[in-house]
């Protein structure tokens, strides 16, 4: 089992050697050192020459200086992006756990009771619950007298009337709930033809 190990450290080694030599030779042609000279015996036009050269690397440093500059900016943009994406895909995942509790909580509500006082209760629940899901971005999706709409909505049935407009939907028979840009459930609906 040992052996295995310090093969596979040997290996890792050998690819972080490897990776330092790609990237060595990659900036080999923008790092060179460039030569020393005695300029003291050195002409005018040679000079100058030297000059020319010294600022022809100097435009080649700062090229290289600006692209890379320009590569870590777009790296950390990219990042962001990205993790911003996973705290909206967790958001809604955790927030499609509780929807069921908020269905549960409406069901408790529409219950004929004459506890007025345990009803009051429930209703504060969930509007402590709307509140936490709104305050993280996450809202239901509306429904009665909206135009239907594949992406939000799914009907589950259909009826002829010429009393609502092509496509109105007429009962909402579950609540859907959307975080962002994101849909976590979709509304079920009863859309007129």
Known sequence: MQINDESKNEEIEQEEIT???VAEENNKDVLEEPEERDVSDMS???????VENLKKDTDKYYKHLQRTAAEFDNFKKRV???KDAIYQLAVGDTVAK????LDNID???AVESSDDKMKEGIALVKKQMLEIMTSLGCTEIPTVGETFNPEFHDAVMHIESEEYGEQAIVEELRKGYMCGDRVIRHAMVKVAN
């Open 98 to 101: 509780y929807i069921n509790v």
């Open 44 to 50: 005018r036009e040679e000079l100058e020459q030297e």
């Open 19 to 21: 990776n330092e030599e």
């Open 80 to 82: 962001q992006k990205e």
């Open 107 to 109: 069901r408790a509500l």
